[in-house]
T-cell receptor, first 111, second 113 residues
Framework: SQQGEEDPQALSIQEGENATMNCSYK?????LQWYRQNSGRGLVHLIL?????REKHSGRLRVTLDTSKKSSSLLITASRAADTASYFCATASDSSYKLIFGSGTRLLVRP | DGGITQSPKYLFRKEGQNVTLSCEQNLNHDAMYWYRQDPGQGLRLIYY???????QKGDIAEGYSVSREKKESFPLTVTSAQKNPTAFYLC????????????FGPGTRLTVL
């Protein structure tokens, strides 16, 4: 069953612009994680935000979490062509040992 | 270098054959996972193992089997019972469980001829 749903499914921006991706989920969580996948490669973990946190930063990445709305957003500032990839959110609950992934946002950064 | 490796990178199988995908990690992680990814889709969990000699079915286990005889190894067998096995298969590991970040291998692309 799909827990996280990303929005938009695809995003095309110019280099230097900011990219915002959103993730909505259905049930209560322990944490929410964001991953990046370059075409044909494995996933790379970007950031983990716990249910009691509201915002987290890592370099050019900013993640917010609103548990009342069951949603999260990933902001990439000053995007680069190398940021072109698919981005997935994944949720972990207290009652399960599984991560549940959304279907991803495909980001294209045009040089 | 610490990491997680998968082999082969590409695998071709004839219908009716079983094939085994390799996954090895030297991160000393207890938990390991197998996912399937179809084009343009997210990841779906096939099997996971929290500890040696123990594993659990994920959401799409039918037609697949696994073993966990060693901490560092978690091979996946795609059997002939899997009706649509053509996909990208990803192995991952984490220190304890799903609440931790997962480290992914580079994937194996399986094509049924």
């Amino acid at each position: 069953s799909q827990q996280g749903e990303e929005d938009p499914q695809a995003l095309s921006i110019q280099e230097g612009e900011n990219a915002t991706m959103n993730c909505s989920y259905k049930t209560s969580i322990n944490n929410l994680q964001w991953y990046r996948q370059n075409s044909g490669r494995g996933l790379v973990h970007l950031i983990l935000i716990r249910s009691n946190e509201r915002e987290k930063h890592s370099g050019r990445l900013r993640v917010t979490l609103d548990t009342s709305k069951k949603s999260s957003s990933l902001l990439i500032t000053a995007s680069r062509a190398a940021d072109t990839a698919s981005y997935f959110c994944a949720t972990a609950s207290d009652s399960s040992y599984k991560l549940i992934f959304g279907s991803g946002t495909r980001l294209l950064v045009r040089p | 270098d610490g990491g997680i490796t998968q082999s082969p990178k590409y695998l071709f199988r004839k219908e009716g054959q079983n094939v085994t995908l390799s996954c090895e990690q030297n991160l000393n992680h207890d938990a390991m996972y197998w996912y399937r990814q179809d084009p343009g889709q997210g990841l779906r969990l096939i099997y996971y193992s929290q500890i040696v000699n123990d594993f659990q079915k994920g959401d799409i286990a039918e037609g697949y089997s696994v073993s966990r005889e060693k901490k560092e190894s978690f091979p996946l067998t795609v059997t002939s019972a899997q009706k649509n096995p053509t996909a990208f298969y990803l192995c991952a590991s984490s220190i304890l469980g799903a609440r931790d970040e997962q480290f992914f291998g580079p994937g194996t692309r399986l094509t049924v001829l």
